[in-house]
């Protein structure tokens, strides 16, 4: 299992940014997958949830109005659509899954994360 974000960088207040998760190893339509992200020196939180045919989404409240999941099952890419980016949105962004392990439970499987910086 490969989970690789993509698409953060630098960004002013107000602007906007796609980030992107390549998923490989499983098989992707099968699996709901989420967006969590972890300020600096603060917990990780989640962010957004999508379930596996994407008909259905979750969006943390105070997001919600600003920020979209969405995802592509024909090319297993995951997407956060940030749009009027605050300087709190600075983070690291993971995209994450649980999958079922062999012989019982599951696994929660994490991508290396990618950065986003809101600054003038």
């Known amino acids: 299992v490969q989970l690789v974000e993509s698409g953060g960088g630098l960004v002013q207040p107000g602007g906007s940014l796609r980030l992107s998760c390549a998923a490989s190893?499983?098989?992707?339509?099968?699996?709901?997958m989420m967006w969590y992200r972890q300020p600096p020196g603060q917990e990780r939180e989640w962010v957004a949830s999508?379930?596996?045919?994407?008909?259905?989404?979750n969006v943390a409240d105070s997001l919600k109005e600003r920020f979209t999941i969405s995802r592509d099952n024909a090319n297993n890419i995951l997407y956060l659509q940030m749009n009027n980016l605050k300087p709190e949105d600075t983070a690291v962004y993971f995209c994450?899954?649980?999958?079922?392990?062999?012989?019982?439970?599951?696994?929660?499987?994490w991508g290396q994360g990618t950065q986003v910086t809101v600054s003038d």
């Open positions: 994450t899954t649980r999958l079922p392990a062999t012989g019982g439970g599951a696994t929660d499987y």
């Open positions: 999508i379930v596996s045919t994407g008909t259905n989404t």
């Open positions: 190893g499983f098989t992707f339509r099968g699996y709901g």
